[in-house]
DNA sequence: CACAATGTGAACGGCGTGTGAAACGGCGTC
DNA sequence: GACGCCGTTTCACACGCCGTTCACATTGTG
Protein backbone atom coordinates (compact mmCIF):
# COMPACT_ATOMS: atom_id res chain seq x y z
CA UNK A 1 0.00 0.00 0.00
CA UNK A 2 2.88 2.55 0.49
CA UNK A 3 4.73 1.96 -2.41
CA UNK A 4 5.29 5.88 -2.87
CA UNK A 5 7.95 6.67 -5.60
CA UNK A 6 9.86 10.10 -6.21
CA UNK A 7 9.43 11.03 -10.05
CA UNK A 8 11.51 13.42 -11.28
CA UNK A 9 10.77 16.18 -13.36
CA UNK A 10 7.61 18.09 -12.49
CA UNK A 11 5.22 16.89 -14.08
CA UNK A 12 7.00 13.66 -15.49
CA UNK A 13 6.57 11.66 -18.66
CA UNK A 14 3.45 11.03 -19.52
CA UNK A 15 4.23 7.56 -20.47
CA UNK A 16 5.98 7.20 -17.34
CA UNK A 17 3.19 8.26 -15.06
CA UNK A 18 0.92 6.19 -17.13
CA UNK A 19 2.72 3.19 -16.53
CA UNK A 20 2.69 3.33 -12.84
CA UNK A 21 -0.89 4.48 -12.43
CA UNK A 22 -1.51 1.02 -14.26
CA UNK A 23 0.95 -1.04 -11.97
CA UNK A 24 -0.78 0.46 -9.39
CA UNK A 25 2.18 2.36 -7.56
CA UNK A 26 1.74 5.70 -5.85
CA UNK A 27 4.45 8.67 -7.16
CA UNK A 28 5.37 11.82 -5.85
CA UNK A 29 6.93 14.61 -8.72
CA UNK A 30 9.35 16.93 -7.73
CA UNK A 31 11.69 19.18 -9.04
CA UNK A 32 14.41 19.61 -6.16
CA UNK A 33 15.27 17.43 -3.98
CA UNK A 34 15.45 19.77 -1.10
CA UNK A 35 11.92 19.67 -0.30
CA UNK A 36 11.99 16.42 -0.24
CA UNK A 37 11.46 15.79 3.28
CA UNK A 38 8.17 17.75 3.63
CA UNK A 39 6.37 15.28 2.02
CA UNK A 40 8.03 12.07 2.65
CA UNK A 41 6.11 9.20 3.40
CA UNK A 42 6.41 7.83 7.25
CA UNK A 43 7.63 4.46 5.96
CA UNK A 44 10.61 6.59 3.50
CA UNK A 45 10.53 6.23 -0.01
CA UNK A 46 9.83 3.10 -1.80
CA UNK A 47 12.39 4.33 -4.95
CA UNK A 48 13.29 7.26 -7.14
CA UNK A 49 12.30 6.84 -11.23
CA UNK A 50 14.80 9.84 -12.43
CA UNK A 51 14.21 11.07 -16.42
CA UNK A 52 16.97 12.36 -18.04
CA UNK A 53 15.44 12.73 -21.03
CA UNK A 54 14.56 16.92 -20.73
CA UNK A 55 17.53 18.26 -18.44
CA UNK A 56 20.41 15.98 -18.06
CA UNK A 57 22.06 18.17 -15.84
CA UNK A 58 19.35 18.83 -13.59
CA UNK A 59 18.47 15.05 -13.20
CA UNK A 60 22.22 14.06 -12.63
CA UNK A 61 22.12 16.63 -9.79
CA UNK A 62 18.67 14.95 -8.42
CA UNK A 63 20.37 11.95 -7.98
CA UNK A 64 22.90 13.15 -6.10
CA UNK A 65 21.03 14.42 -3.76
CA UNK A 66 18.94 11.42 -3.42
CA UNK A 67 21.75 9.29 -2.70
CA UNK A 68 23.28 11.89 0.21
CA UNK A 69 20.13 11.62 2.36
CA UNK A 70 20.89 9.84 5.25
CA UNK A 71 19.02 7.26 4.26
CA UNK A 72 19.59 7.26 0.18
CA UNK A 73 16.96 6.32 -2.00
CA UNK A 74 17.40 3.19 -3.06
CA UNK A 75 16.15 2.04 -5.76
CA UNK A 76 16.74 4.42 -7.90
CA UNK A 77 15.74 4.05 -11.70
CA UNK A 78 17.18 6.52 -14.43
CA UNK A 79 15.29 7.04 -17.67
CA UNK A 80 17.49 8.31 -20.16
CA UNK A 81 17.34 8.26 -24.42
CA UNK A 82 19.77 6.42 -26.30
CA UNK A 83 22.43 9.42 -26.98
CA UNK A 84 22.96 9.70 -23.49
CA UNK A 85 23.85 5.90 -22.66
CA UNK A 86 27.49 7.55 -22.65
CA UNK A 87 26.77 9.94 -20.06
CA UNK A 88 26.26 6.74 -17.48
CA UNK A 89 29.95 6.42 -17.46
CA UNK A 90 31.61 7.49 -14.55
CA UNK A 91 28.38 7.89 -12.41
CA UNK A 92 27.96 4.67 -11.77
CA UNK A 93 27.39 5.28 -8.08
CA UNK A 94 24.48 7.45 -8.79
CA UNK A 95 21.83 4.97 -10.14
CA UNK A 96 21.17 1.31 -9.61
CA UNK A 97 19.45 0.85 -12.89
CA UNK A 98 18.49 2.46 -15.87
CA UNK A 99 16.32 2.49 -18.51
CA UNK A 100 15.97 3.38 -22.34
CA UNK A 101 13.17 5.30 -23.10
CA UNK A 102 10.89 5.37 -25.11
CA UNK A 103 10.36 2.18 -23.01
CA UNK A 104 7.99 -0.90 -23.09
CA UNK A 105 5.60 -0.63 -20.12
CA UNK A 106 6.16 -4.04 -19.24
CA UNK A 107 10.06 -3.34 -19.12
CA UNK A 108 9.26 -0.98 -16.50
CA UNK A 109 7.40 -2.90 -14.49
CA UNK A 110 9.24 -5.48 -14.74
CA UNK A 111 12.55 -3.80 -13.99
CA UNK A 112 10.76 -2.42 -10.70
CA UNK A 113 9.26 -5.35 -9.51
CA UNK A 114 13.18 -6.85 -9.74
CA UNK A 115 14.91 -3.70 -8.05
CA UNK A 116 12.33 -3.65 -5.17
CA UNK A 117 12.97 -7.70 -4.82
CA UNK A 118 17.04 -6.92 -5.18
CA UNK A 119 16.75 -3.88 -2.37
CA UNK A 120 14.34 -6.50 0.03
CA UNK A 121 16.78 -8.64 0.12
CA UNK A 122 19.37 -6.60 0.65
CA UNK A 123 18.19 -4.69 3.78
CA UNK A 124 16.77 -7.58 5.69
CA UNK A 125 18.41 -10.92 5.07
CA UNK A 126 16.14 -13.87 5.78
CA UNK A 127 18.35 -16.38 4.00
CA UNK A 128 22.00 -16.69 3.36
CA UNK A 129 22.92 -17.99 0.15
CA UNK A 130 25.93 -19.19 -1.38
CA UNK A 131 26.40 -21.20 -4.63
CA UNK A 132 24.90 -24.72 -3.64
CA UNK A 133 24.66 -23.91 0.11
CA UNK A 134 21.44 -22.20 1.66
CA UNK A 135 20.81 -20.94 5.35
CA UNK A 136 17.55 -20.10 6.66
CA UNK A 137 18.44 -18.12 9.68
CA UNK A 138 14.34 -17.63 10.60
CA UNK A 139 14.07 -21.48 10.67
CA UNK A 140 17.67 -22.33 11.51
CA UNK A 141 17.54 -24.54 8.79
CA UNK A 142 20.36 -25.33 6.31
CA UNK A 143 20.66 -26.86 3.18
CA UNK A 144 23.35 -28.17 0.27
CA UNK A 145 22.00 -27.98 -3.48
CA UNK A 146 18.60 -28.94 -1.77
CA UNK A 147 19.28 -31.45 0.67
CA UNK A 148 18.84 -30.48 4.51
CA UNK A 149 21.69 -30.36 6.86
CA UNK A 150 21.17 -31.54 10.32
CA UNK A 151 23.48 -28.86 11.78
CA UNK A 152 24.13 -28.34 15.36
CA UNK A 153 23.98 -24.81 17.01
CA UNK A 154 27.81 -23.55 16.80
CA UNK A 155 28.22 -25.69 13.54
CA UNK A 156 25.04 -23.55 12.36
CA UNK A 157 26.48 -20.19 13.64
CA UNK A 158 29.76 -21.03 12.64
CA UNK A 159 29.10 -21.90 9.13
CA UNK A 160 26.83 -18.90 9.24
CA UNK A 161 29.46 -16.77 9.93
CA UNK A 162 31.92 -18.09 7.08
CA UNK A 163 28.73 -17.75 4.68
CA UNK A 164 28.19 -14.31 5.65
CA UNK A 165 31.39 -13.11 4.50
CA UNK A 166 32.49 -15.61 1.26
CA UNK A 167 36.04 -15.73 0.20
CA UNK A 168 37.18 -13.72 3.52
CA UNK A 169 39.84 -15.69 5.33
CA UNK A 170 39.39 -15.70 8.85
CA UNK A 171 41.73 -16.60 11.39
CA UNK A 172 41.05 -19.18 14.21
CA UNK A 173 41.40 -16.35 16.91
CA UNK A 174 38.59 -14.34 15.09
CA UNK A 175 36.57 -16.94 14.55
CA UNK A 176 36.52 -17.51 18.06
CA UNK A 177 35.66 -14.21 19.01
CA UNK A 178 33.23 -13.44 16.46
CA UNK A 179 30.99 -16.75 16.57
CA UNK A 180 31.52 -18.28 20.29
CA UNK A 181 31.89 -14.24 21.85
CA UNK A 182 34.73 -12.42 23.22
CA UNK A 183 34.45 -13.86 26.48
CA UNK A 184 35.20 -17.19 25.40
CA UNK A 185 38.34 -18.53 26.39
CA UNK A 186 39.31 -21.97 25.03
CA UNK A 187 41.72 -23.84 22.92
CA UNK A 188 41.69 -22.91 18.90
CA UNK A 189 41.60 -26.40 18.24
CA UNK A 190 37.58 -26.66 18.70
CA UNK A 191 37.69 -24.19 15.50
CA UNK A 192 38.95 -27.16 13.76
CA UNK A 193 36.82 -30.21 14.78
CA UNK A 194 33.67 -28.06 14.25
CA UNK A 195 35.31 -27.65 10.54
CA UNK A 196 35.50 -30.98 10.20
CA UNK A 197 32.30 -31.82 11.24
CA UNK A 198 30.72 -29.45 8.73
CA UNK A 199 32.99 -30.66 6.10
CA UNK A 200 31.57 -34.29 7.03
CA UNK A 201 27.97 -32.56 6.52
CA UNK A 202 28.59 -30.60 3.81
CA UNK A 203 28.96 -34.44 2.20
CA UNK A 204 31.72 -35.11 -0.12
CA UNK A 205 30.85 -33.15 -2.84
CA UNK A 206 30.82 -29.88 -1.02
CA UNK A 207 33.37 -30.51 1.57
CA UNK A 208 35.65 -28.16 0.15
CA UNK A 209 33.58 -25.35 0.32
CA UNK A 210 35.49 -24.82 3.28
CA UNK A 211 39.48 -24.11 2.92
CA UNK A 212 42.33 -24.26 5.14
CA UNK A 213 44.89 -21.60 4.94
CA UNK A 214 47.78 -22.88 6.15
CA UNK A 215 48.83 -21.09 9.24
CA UNK A 216 45.76 -18.75 8.30
CA UNK A 217 42.98 -20.00 9.27
CA UNK A 218 39.91 -21.12 7.50
CA UNK A 219 37.32 -19.50 4.38
CA UNK A 220 33.99 -20.35 2.38
CA UNK A 221 34.62 -20.38 -1.10
CA UNK A 222 36.38 -18.55 -3.19
CA UNK A 223 36.06 -14.67 -4.39
CA UNK A 224 37.26 -14.14 -7.54
CA UNK A 225 40.40 -11.64 -7.61
CA UNK B 1 43.15 -8.64 -17.10
CA UNK B 2 41.18 -11.12 -18.80
CA UNK B 3 37.81 -10.22 -18.87
CA UNK B 4 35.94 -14.02 -19.87
CA UNK B 5 31.89 -14.30 -19.87
CA UNK B 6 30.00 -17.39 -20.27
CA UNK B 7 27.39 -17.22 -23.16
CA UNK B 8 24.66 -19.08 -23.61
CA UNK B 9 23.55 -20.85 -25.76
CA UNK B 10 26.16 -22.15 -28.22
CA UNK B 11 26.38 -20.53 -30.73
CA UNK B 12 25.31 -17.13 -29.06
CA UNK B 13 23.20 -14.42 -30.84
CA UNK B 14 25.19 -13.05 -34.08
CA UNK B 15 24.74 -9.59 -32.11
CA UNK B 16 25.62 -10.13 -28.93
CA UNK B 17 28.43 -11.60 -29.73
CA UNK B 18 29.52 -8.74 -32.57
CA UNK B 19 29.10 -6.10 -29.67
CA UNK B 20 31.18 -7.97 -27.20
CA UNK B 21 34.09 -8.58 -29.91
CA UNK B 22 34.01 -4.62 -30.60
CA UNK B 23 33.99 -3.92 -26.48
CA UNK B 24 36.73 -5.88 -26.29
CA UNK B 25 35.13 -8.91 -24.13
CA UNK B 26 36.51 -12.14 -24.06
CA UNK B 27 33.64 -14.41 -24.12
CA UNK B 28 32.91 -18.66 -24.30
CA UNK B 29 29.78 -20.13 -24.92
CA UNK B 30 27.74 -23.30 -23.56
CA UNK B 31 24.58 -25.03 -23.77
CA UNK B 32 25.27 -27.04 -20.99
CA UNK B 33 26.46 -25.43 -17.25
CA UNK B 34 27.72 -28.68 -15.76
CA UNK B 35 31.03 -28.85 -18.50
CA UNK B 36 31.56 -25.25 -18.08
CA UNK B 37 34.62 -26.19 -15.46
CA UNK B 38 36.66 -27.66 -17.88
CA UNK B 39 37.00 -24.17 -19.93
CA UNK B 40 36.67 -21.85 -16.76
CA UNK B 41 39.79 -19.59 -16.84
CA UNK B 42 41.96 -19.44 -13.59
CA UNK B 43 40.48 -16.33 -12.22
CA UNK B 44 37.03 -17.59 -12.82
CA UNK B 45 34.48 -15.95 -14.85
CA UNK B 46 33.79 -12.42 -15.26
CA UNK B 47 30.29 -13.03 -16.03
CA UNK B 48 27.34 -14.63 -17.67
CA UNK B 49 24.72 -13.48 -20.02
CA UNK B 50 22.20 -15.99 -20.85
CA UNK B 51 19.54 -15.51 -24.38
CA UNK B 52 16.53 -16.87 -23.06
CA UNK B 53 15.07 -16.05 -26.93
CA UNK B 54 15.36 -19.24 -28.76
CA UNK B 55 14.81 -21.77 -25.68
CA UNK B 56 13.54 -20.39 -22.95
CA UNK B 57 13.46 -23.61 -20.49
CA UNK B 58 17.06 -24.56 -20.96
CA UNK B 59 18.20 -21.06 -20.03
CA UNK B 60 16.97 -20.71 -16.59
CA UNK B 61 17.84 -24.23 -16.28
CA UNK B 62 21.36 -22.47 -17.18
CA UNK B 63 20.90 -19.72 -14.76
CA UNK B 64 20.21 -22.29 -12.04
CA UNK B 65 23.34 -23.72 -12.19
CA UNK B 66 25.44 -20.92 -12.77
CA UNK B 67 24.18 -19.78 -9.86
CA UNK B 68 24.52 -23.30 -7.75
CA UNK B 69 28.23 -23.21 -8.42
CA UNK B 70 30.69 -23.22 -5.52
CA UNK B 71 31.81 -19.72 -6.73
CA UNK B 72 28.58 -18.31 -8.20
CA UNK B 73 28.76 -16.52 -11.42
CA UNK B 74 28.22 -13.12 -10.92
CA UNK B 75 26.66 -11.02 -12.87
CA UNK B 76 24.34 -12.85 -15.00
CA UNK B 77 22.81 -10.95 -17.87
CA UNK B 78 19.71 -11.99 -19.38
CA UNK B 79 18.59 -11.72 -22.93
CA UNK B 80 14.85 -11.64 -23.42
CA UNK B 81 12.55 -10.44 -26.36
CA UNK B 82 9.42 -8.47 -24.95
CA UNK B 83 6.99 -10.88 -24.67
CA UNK B 84 8.90 -12.95 -22.14
CA UNK B 85 9.02 -9.95 -19.90
CA UNK B 86 6.20 -11.78 -17.66
CA UNK B 87 8.75 -15.07 -17.02
CA UNK B 88 11.14 -13.03 -15.20
CA UNK B 89 8.36 -12.66 -12.72
CA UNK B 90 9.22 -15.06 -9.35
CA UNK B 91 13.03 -15.71 -11.00
CA UNK B 92 14.55 -12.78 -9.32
CA UNK B 93 17.57 -14.95 -7.78
CA UNK B 94 18.52 -15.99 -11.27
CA UNK B 95 19.24 -12.96 -12.69
CA UNK B 96 21.02 -9.77 -11.83
CA UNK B 97 19.66 -7.76 -14.56
CA UNK B 98 18.17 -7.98 -18.22
CA UNK B 99 17.87 -6.51 -21.45
CA UNK B 100 15.48 -6.89 -24.08
CA UNK B 101 16.75 -8.19 -27.27
CA UNK B 102 16.79 -6.50 -29.88
CA UNK B 103 19.26 -4.38 -28.01
CA UNK B 104 20.79 -1.26 -28.92
CA UNK B 105 24.88 -2.19 -29.00
CA UNK B 106 25.69 0.77 -26.47
CA UNK B 107 22.83 -0.21 -24.16
CA UNK B 108 24.92 -3.84 -23.70
CA UNK B 109 28.23 -1.69 -23.09
CA UNK B 110 26.69 0.48 -20.41
CA UNK B 111 25.09 -2.53 -18.71
CA UNK B 112 27.46 -4.42 -18.78
CA UNK B 113 30.09 -1.92 -17.11
CA UNK B 114 27.71 -1.10 -14.76
CA UNK B 115 27.24 -4.79 -13.68
CA UNK B 116 30.68 -5.16 -13.50
CA UNK B 117 30.82 -2.19 -11.64
CA UNK B 118 28.40 -3.03 -9.13
CA UNK B 119 30.07 -6.71 -8.09
CA UNK B 120 33.25 -5.53 -7.95
CA UNK B 121 32.31 -2.43 -5.87
CA UNK B 122 30.10 -4.80 -3.57
CA UNK B 123 33.49 -6.69 -2.17
CA UNK B 124 35.36 -4.53 -0.70
CA UNK B 125 38.80 -4.54 -2.50
CA UNK B 126 41.50 -4.97 0.21
CA UNK B 127 44.38 -5.87 -2.26
CA UNK B 128 47.54 -4.86 -3.23
CA UNK B 129 48.57 -4.11 -6.77
CA UNK B 130 51.93 -3.61 -8.52
CA UNK B 131 52.20 -4.04 -12.53
CA UNK B 132 50.72 -7.09 -13.14
CA UNK B 133 50.67 -8.10 -9.69
CA UNK B 134 47.54 -8.40 -7.46
CA UNK B 135 46.94 -9.35 -4.30
CA UNK B 136 44.17 -10.10 -2.35
CA UNK B 137 44.53 -9.68 1.56
CA UNK B 138 41.41 -11.06 2.20
CA UNK B 139 41.02 -14.16 0.55
CA UNK B 140 45.03 -14.89 0.69
CA UNK B 141 44.73 -14.60 -3.07
CA UNK B 142 47.64 -13.79 -5.26
CA UNK B 143 48.04 -13.67 -9.23
CA UNK B 144 49.82 -12.03 -11.71
CA UNK B 145 48.43 -10.93 -14.83
CA UNK B 146 45.22 -12.79 -14.38
CA UNK B 147 46.96 -15.80 -13.16
CA UNK B 148 46.01 -16.77 -9.51
CA UNK B 149 49.30 -17.93 -7.76
CA UNK B 150 49.73 -21.31 -5.39
CA UNK B 151 51.61 -18.86 -2.79
CA UNK B 152 53.00 -21.23 0.75
CA UNK B 153 52.14 -18.81 3.63
CA UNK B 154 55.50 -17.54 3.67
CA UNK B 155 55.69 -16.57 0.78
CA UNK B 156 52.85 -14.83 0.23
CA UNK B 157 53.84 -12.94 3.13
CA UNK B 158 56.74 -11.84 1.69
CA UNK B 159 55.64 -10.86 -1.48
CA UNK B 160 53.37 -9.07 0.13
CA UNK B 161 55.78 -6.93 1.54
CA UNK B 162 57.54 -6.04 -1.01
CA UNK B 163 54.75 -5.34 -3.17
CA UNK B 164 54.21 -3.14 -0.16
CA UNK B 165 56.83 -0.85 -0.88
CA UNK B 166 57.64 -1.19 -4.39
CA UNK B 167 60.98 -0.33 -6.03
CA UNK B 168 62.34 0.05 -2.69
CA UNK B 169 65.64 -2.30 -1.66
CA UNK B 170 65.76 -4.55 1.99
CA UNK B 171 68.40 -6.14 3.15
CA UNK B 172 67.81 -9.75 4.16
CA UNK B 173 68.36 -8.63 7.59
CA UNK B 174 65.51 -6.08 7.36
CA UNK B 175 63.22 -8.87 5.42
CA UNK B 176 64.04 -11.50 8.14
CA UNK B 177 62.88 -9.04 10.68
CA UNK B 178 59.82 -7.60 8.97
CA UNK B 179 58.18 -10.28 7.30
CA UNK B 180 60.07 -13.24 10.06
CA UNK B 181 59.56 -11.23 12.83
CA UNK B 182 61.98 -9.64 15.02
CA UNK B 183 62.59 -12.76 17.37
CA UNK B 184 63.79 -14.35 14.39
CA UNK B 185 67.02 -16.20 14.42
CA UNK B 186 68.38 -18.05 11.60
CA UNK B 187 70.12 -18.00 8.40
CA UNK B 188 69.84 -15.40 6.13
CA UNK B 189 69.93 -17.69 3.13
CA UNK B 190 66.31 -18.66 4.08
CA UNK B 191 65.33 -15.26 2.07
CA UNK B 192 66.95 -16.55 -1.08
CA UNK B 193 65.06 -19.65 -0.94
CA UNK B 194 61.88 -18.19 -0.69
CA UNK B 195 62.90 -15.28 -3.14
CA UNK B 196 63.81 -17.88 -5.70
CA UNK B 197 60.42 -20.07 -4.97
CA UNK B 198 58.70 -16.78 -5.83
CA UNK B 199 60.31 -15.89 -9.11
CA UNK B 200 59.77 -19.53 -10.14
CA UNK B 201 55.86 -19.12 -9.30
CA UNK B 202 55.51 -16.03 -10.50
CA UNK B 203 56.69 -17.67 -14.14
CA UNK B 204 59.83 -17.09 -16.30
CA UNK B 205 57.62 -13.50 -17.79
CA UNK B 206 57.53 -12.04 -14.53
CA UNK B 207 60.06 -13.60 -12.53
CA UNK B 208 62.44 -10.12 -12.80
CA UNK B 209 60.15 -8.31 -10.82
CA UNK B 210 62.09 -9.66 -8.06
CA UNK B 211 65.53 -8.02 -8.73
CA UNK B 212 68.69 -9.03 -6.81
CA UNK B 213 71.36 -6.47 -5.86
CA UNK B 214 74.18 -7.90 -5.47
CA UNK B 215 75.32 -7.23 -1.80
CA UNK B 216 72.55 -5.40 -0.91
CA UNK B 217 68.95 -7.39 -0.86
CA UNK B 218 66.18 -7.48 -2.93
CA UNK B 219 63.66 -5.39 -4.36
CA UNK B 220 60.09 -5.92 -6.26
CA UNK B 221 59.84 -3.80 -9.60
CA UNK B 222 61.49 -0.73 -10.40
CA UNK B 223 61.97 2.27 -8.72
CA UNK B 224 61.39 5.30 -10.99
CA UNK B 225 63.66 8.16 -11.22
C1' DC C 1 92.06 -15.31 -11.46
C1' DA C 2 90.33 -15.50 -6.80
C1' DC C 3 86.95 -14.72 -3.79
C1' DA C 4 82.47 -13.40 -2.50
C1' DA C 5 77.68 -13.36 -3.36
C1' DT C 6 73.86 -15.50 -5.26
C1' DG C 7 71.32 -19.29 -7.74
C1' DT C 8 70.03 -24.16 -7.54
C1' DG C 9 68.74 -28.77 -6.12
C1' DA C 10 67.78 -31.71 -2.53
C1' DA C 11 67.02 -33.39 2.08
C1' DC C 12 65.77 -32.89 6.84
C1' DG C 13 62.60 -31.99 10.42
C1' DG C 14 59.27 -29.13 12.86
C1' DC C 15 54.80 -27.75 13.13
C1' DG C 16 50.19 -27.08 11.58
C1' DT C 17 46.29 -29.69 10.49
C1' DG C 18 43.30 -33.89 10.00
C1' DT C 19 41.41 -37.55 12.56
C1' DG C 20 39.57 -40.64 16.08
C1' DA C 21 38.14 -40.92 20.54
C1' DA C 22 37.43 -39.66 25.12
C1' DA C 23 36.02 -36.28 28.65
C1' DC C 24 33.15 -32.64 30.05
C1' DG C 25 28.80 -30.42 31.18
C1' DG C 26 24.07 -29.19 30.63
C1' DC C 27 19.47 -30.81 30.41
C1' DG C 28 15.63 -33.70 30.47
C1' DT C 29 13.64 -38.19 32.02
C1' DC C 30 12.69 -41.77 35.10
C1' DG D 1 19.17 -37.45 42.98
C1' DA D 2 20.85 -40.85 39.49
C1' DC D 3 21.11 -41.82 34.92
C1' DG D 4 21.60 -41.22 30.00
C1' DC D 5 21.58 -38.41 25.93
C1' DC D 6 23.57 -34.87 23.14
C1' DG D 7 26.38 -31.04 21.97
C1' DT D 8 30.71 -29.26 22.87
C1' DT D 9 35.41 -29.27 24.11
C1' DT D 10 39.77 -31.34 24.80
C1' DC D 11 43.34 -34.66 24.11
C1' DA D 12 46.57 -37.77 21.65
C1' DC D 13 48.45 -39.29 17.62
C1' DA D 14 49.61 -39.54 12.64
C1' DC D 15 50.51 -37.42 8.41
C1' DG D 16 52.33 -34.29 5.23
C1' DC D 17 53.29 -29.73 3.95
C1' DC D 18 56.69 -26.29 3.97
C1' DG D 19 60.16 -23.66 6.20
C1' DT D 20 64.89 -24.25 6.90
C1' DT D 21 69.41 -25.72 6.08
C1' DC D 22 73.25 -27.52 3.59
C1' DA D 23 76.23 -28.61 -0.36
C1' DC D 24 77.34 -27.41 -4.71
C1' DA D 25 77.03 -24.69 -9.09
C1' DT D 26 77.01 -20.29 -11.18
C1' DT D 27 77.62 -15.52 -11.59
C1' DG D 28 79.65 -11.22 -10.66
C1' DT D 29 83.38 -8.20 -9.10
C1' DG D 30 87.95 -6.20 -7.94
Given at each position: MTEQFVLFPDPPPPDL??????????????NTATDLSDVEPDSGWTGAIVSADADPEK????????????????????????????????????FDDFMISPFHPRELE???????????RGVRPDVIEYGPLSLNLETYQAQVSGHPLDLTFMEYELLKFLASHPGKVFTRETLLNRVWGYEY???????????RRLRAKLGEEHA?????????????????W
Open positions: VRTLDLSGYAWTATAWAICRELRKRDVPVEPLLLLVNGSQLEELQARDELARLRHLLWRVGYGGARTVDVHVHMIQTLRSVGYKLGQSR
